[in-house]
């Protein structure tokens, strides 16, 4: 194992173990080192993709250590990380949130995994006038509440699975269908990111007339959606339209294999977080994936190289992946946001760093980033992949296509 994987296997261990700091701060500047704060979901129901982010953020900081570090007033300066581990759980992310800025001296924030521990750390970090970029809450509801110090390098969570809707509706033409005789199912978590998801959804679905014929939400513990499945089995949509993040991910695609549920269409959201190609091989094709990023598209930067570079590195450094999770991707561009801030304020002055936040107008390997007054990024667009033969294949929209959709979605024959 190399020592960036020891390094990274040992830290992550130590806040699965304790659920407490790893490693030291008491200040936002320890000599030649800027210490940055983030309370991630290392545990509970969320981990998953938790550890998908910290492993984000620390290949970033890892590069940028290796490129020479962030220069301020002159002086090269080196970045770490601080973590706690929130535990799934947005009341406990809140606690260490105010833990990091109060008792730790941390006065730059990187954002939890979620979208409900988001919403719970924004509050803390307005209250202290504490920058926070964050990468993993899409909810609309962090951006109507007038935040000053909240920057997202993601698009907000009402695109995700529109396309999917978009895309039925082209099908449906092209096959002599009225877009508005589809049938959709939904089934969805209950969750500020699904509910948002889902209301995008609903509001393309408007747009073609579309109506659901079913419209479920996920158990709490996202373990058994059975029962929505047995109804989406007997009514037979055009549409099957599934959020749950990872176990979400991995419970829909168990019970559809399990049930046999033959759908033409199956949009659903953390596919690759949840590898569920890895996890059920043949039965996965045809999924319909959104993405905040993939490898194929022609993003490049002068930290990481182009997409495909970063997806080559990340897969040298960190052992498991088969596909590399766009939950990693944004978390390594929330670091780079923080980087390039720092150096325009020429400063650690947290409102000088603030206002070089506000003014990011950037490209990253994971696209375009520049936001808005609310503070989420506006500049990139998301894309609908495909699983094909064991690949996830951009199908939507058109122009950043690199494969044509597979429709009906096939179902393997045991």
């Known amino acids: 194992m190399s020592y960036m994987k020891s390094l990274l296997a040992a830290t992550a261990g130590a806040a699965l173990m304790s659920g407490v700091m790893v490693g030291s701060a008491t200040a936002k500047v320890e000599g030649d080192t800027i210490v940055l704060g983030s309370a991630i979901s290392l545990t509970g129901k969320y981990s998953s993709n938790g550890v998908d982010s910290q492993n984000g953020y620390d290949i970033a900081v890892k590069r940028i250590n290796e490129m020479g570090g962030v220069t301020v007033g002159g002086k090269s300066y080196k970045l770490k990380v601080v973590y706690y581990d929130d535990e799934s759980t947005p009341a406990r992310t809140a606690q260490l949130v105010e833990r990091l800025v109060q008792q730790d001296g941390v006065e730059f924030i990187l954002g939890p995994y979620s979208s409900p521990t988001t919403i719970a750390a924004a509050p803390i970090t307005e209250k202290y006038k504490v920058p926070m970029v964050e990468a993993e809450g899409a909810s ?18 009402e695109q995700y699975l529109a396309s999917a809707i978009s895309l039925a509706a082209e099908i449906a033409e092209q096959n002599g269908k009225k877009p508005s005789d589809l049938k959709v199912a939904m089934v969805f978590e209950n969750d500020a990111f699904s509910l948002d998801v889902r209301a995008g959804v609903v509001e393309d679905m408007a747009k073609y007339g ?45 019970q559809i294999k399990e049930l046999q549920v033959d759908v033409p269409m199956i949009a659903m959201t953390h596919c690759e977080g949840a590898k569920v190609v890895a996890q059920f091989g043949p039965e996965a094709e045809g999924y319909l994936c959104p993405t905040q990023w993939a490898e194929t598209l022609s993003y490049s930067d002068k930290y990481f190289g182009s997409a495909a570079e970063y997806d080559k590195l990340f897969k040298e450094t960190f052992e498991g992946y088969k596909n590399v ?52 990024n506006i500049a990139k667009p998301m894309v609908l992949r495909q699983v094909q033969d064991g690949n996830f294949n951009v199908v939507a929209p058109s122009k950043w296509a690199s494969h044509k959709v597979v429709w009906p979605r096939v179902v393997p024959t045991n």
């Open 325 to 376: 999770p766009y939950q990693s991707a944004q978390a390594s561009a929330a670091v780079l946001v923080f980087k390039e801030a720092f150096e325009k304020a020429n400063s650690f002055d947290r409102e000088k760093v603030r206002d070089a936040l506000a003014a990011t107008d950037t490209m990253t390997f994971y696209g375009p980033i520049k936001f808005s007054e609310a503070g989420n």
């Open 210 to 254: 579309m109506s659901a014929i079913i419209d479920d939400k996920m158990p709490a513990d996202l373990s058994d959606i059975s029962a929505t499945l047995t109804k989406v089995k007997a009514v037979k949509p055009d549409l099957l339209v599934i959020s749950g993040h990872n176990k979400g991910a991995v419970t829909a695609a168990r």
């Open 140 to 157: 609309r509801a962090l951006f109507n509440k007038g935040y000053k110090y909240l920057f997202a390098v993601l698009s907000t969570s």
